[in-house]
């Protein structure tokens, strides 16, 4: 049993940065690829960014390459998501994902 608790987000201007975090407990990640998806009002949940816990390989939406990173802290059990350039389409509840066990999510709002 994994829980994942994300955190980090908030309303922001466009162009502005966020850092989300995506916090494990009950096993660490260790086996896992952790994934960022979001889900805007009225859209389905898509893929943002995932990294393979083992060895690191990153992946992501090509609709935020260059803008987004993902990054992992394993000392900390933590995944995080560094969002810059933001823009109001990225407005979204964005949730991690590690295996078949995701998190409750977290609002990010992009609007000036």
């Known amino acids: 049993q994994v829980q994942l608790v994300e955190s980090g987000g908030g309303l922001v201007q466009p162009g502005g940065s966020l850092r989300l975090s995506c916090a494990a407990s009950g096993r660490t990640f260790s086996t896992y690829t952790i994934n960022w998806f979001r889900q805007a009002p009225g859209k389905e949940r898509e893929f943002v960014a995932g990294v393979v816990w083992a060895g690191g390989s990153r992946y992501y939406a090509d609709s935020v390459k260059g803008r987004f990173t993902i990054s992992r802290d394993s000392a900390k059990n933590t995944v995080y998501l560094q969002m810059n350039s933001l823009k109001p389409e990225d407005t979204a509840v964005y949730y991690c994902?590690?295996?078949?066990?995701w998190g409750q999510g977290t609002q990010v709002t992009v609007s000036a």
């Open positions: 994902k590690a295996s078949t066990y």
